[in-house]
């Protein structure tokens, strides 16, 4: 239990393989002013820390102490109380083009670094980034998959828990001829994910289909669809 003014974090540390990195990431957290108990879990891979919030100590700094000595934090949970202040949603996002820690370390901090972002876990195994954010006009899906495109990334799924998806959605995969590439799939996975309507879009290379989540309507149709691929020269 926490007393007094004192509050707890836990961080999911990445890149810990043996006692002394694990010894290694207790050092610099106790280092730290301020924090008065920390423990740190090979097994699970988690830092408990129990600190006095200041200017020179908050979650941000233990997170950026952590990141300093060479490991990856892969998730920041705090108490109850501190998270249910505002209501908070969950997204999936299937990200292309990770092939590495180091991807999955930039997507995971640039995602978060977004106002409004509670938590994110990116798993390179999976390609899935999974973040909890508070909604807002500047924290939403959208915004979050532009932030992943704007570092170089491809976002090829949006998956929504199904509460969210008010609208019925409908699903359909076209066979594509002429693609060559991965800078052909990804023309017709952008062509595909900009119109109305359209909820979510894989696109296979190795199979030439276009897999295509959308809301039916008068604009959003398997022919208008087809006419967008064909639009764009495939």
């Known amino acids: 239990m926490v007393s007094g003014n004192c509050q707890a974090v836990d961080f999911a540390v990445g890149g810990m393989t043996c006692s002394r990195c694990s010894d290694a990431v207790k050092k610099a957290l106790s280092s730290m002013p301020d924090v008065k108990t920390v ?36 998730d920041i949970i705090l108490p109850h109380s501190e ?93 594509v001829g002429g693609m060559t590439c991965s800078m052909c799939s990804s023309a017709v996975h952008k062509a595909l994910t900009e119109l109305p309507g359209v909820k979510s879009v894989n696109v296979s290379l190795s199979t030439n289909l276009a897999t295509i989540e959308y809301e039916p309507s008068s604009e959003c149709t398997p022919e208008s669809l087809a006419d967008t691929i064909e639009c764009i020269g495939y």
Do not use: R, W
């Open 39 to 74: 423990s740190v879990s090979l097994g699970t891979n988690m830092a408990h820390v129990e600190f006095l919030p200041s200017s020179e100590c908050t979650v941000d700094i233990l997170k950026e102490t952590i990141e300093d000595i060479g490991y990856d934090v892969n």
């Open 83 to 175: 998270n249910s202040m505002k209501p908070t949603k969950t997204v999936a996002i299937a990200v292309g083009g990770m092939t590495c820690s180091m991807c999955s370390s930039a997507v995971h901090k640039a995602l978060g670094e977004t106002p409004g972002v509670k938590s994110v876990n990116v798993s390179l195994s999976t390609s899935l980034a999974t973040i909890e954010y508070e909604p807002s006009s500047e924290c939403n899906p959208e915004s979050l998959s532009d932030t992943i495109e704007c570092i170089g990334y491809d976002v090829n799924d949006v998956i929504l828990p199904q509460a969210e998806k008010v609208n019925p959605v409908k699903t359909v995969a076209i066979a």
